[in-house]
């Protein structure tokens, strides 16, 4: 995915250029399967409702 900005200066170029992709890929793609929310929002909402169910048991 990163290759399309190239071409590269250095190695750690291409080390944050694969942590900005990572970061979009996680926190602001939207997924309509799952709402239209990104992965990392809704793995949140899951693992707070577990915690919440714990607590309530």
């Known amino acids: 995915m990163i290759y399309r900005r190239g071409p590269w200066k250095n190695m ?4 944050y250029a694969t942590l900005e992709w990572v970061d979009w890929f996680n926190h602001r793609r939207l997924l309509e ?3 239209n929310v990104p992965p990392a929002e809704l793995e949140a909402m ?3 409702q577990q ?6 048991a």
């Open 12 to 15: 750690e170029a291409v080390e």
């Open 51 to 56: 915690e919440e169910s714990a607590k309530a």
């Open 33 to 35: 399967p799952i709402g």
């Open 46 to 48: 899951y693992y707070r």
